[in-house]
């Protein structure tokens, strides 16, 4: 088992910055992808960045390249999420998973087995 926390969400205004941070614990973090997703009102989760187990290769969907940032302490146990210049879409719940590192597309849900509560993260125009 491996069990998430997320925390840092808040409201900002837009041209704002947050850090995100989601705390691991259970079994051995370093082998795991971790990803960070999203959930507007109304809409489906999608997929904001990810990382691999062993920090090597990030990912980010499009609306997000340029201005966040995902990194992960080992030593810690903790992935961060630096979210900068801010938008009113960015506003969001955002979650914290994990999955073991196999490789493949890390944008899916569906690949990750293991999640965090989620952080409100709301960015005011």
């Known amino acids: 088992q491996v069990q998430l926390v997320e925390s840092g969400g808040g409201l900002v205004q837009a041209g704002g910055s947050l850090r995100l941070s989601c705390a691991a614990s259970g079994r051995t973090f370093s082998r795991y992808a971790m990803g960070w997703f999203r959930q507007a009102p109304g809409k489906e989760r999608e997929f904001v960045a990810a990382?691999?187990?062993?920090?090597?290769?990030?990912y980010y969907t499009d609306s997000v390249k340029g201005r966040f940032t995902i990194s992960r302490d080992v030593a810690k146990n903790t992935v961060y999420l630096q979210m900068n210049s801010l938008k009113p879409e960015d506003t969001a719940v955002y979650y914290c998973?994990?999955?073991?590192?196999?490789?493949?597309?890390?944008?899916?849900?569906?690949?990750?087995?293991?999640w965090g509560q989620g952080t409100q993260v709301t960015v005011s125009s």
């Open positions: 998973a994990a999955r073991p590192d196999f490789g493949g597309n890390y944008h899916y849900p569906a690949t990750y087995g293991y």
């Open positions: 990382i691999t187990w062993s920090g090597g290769s990030t």
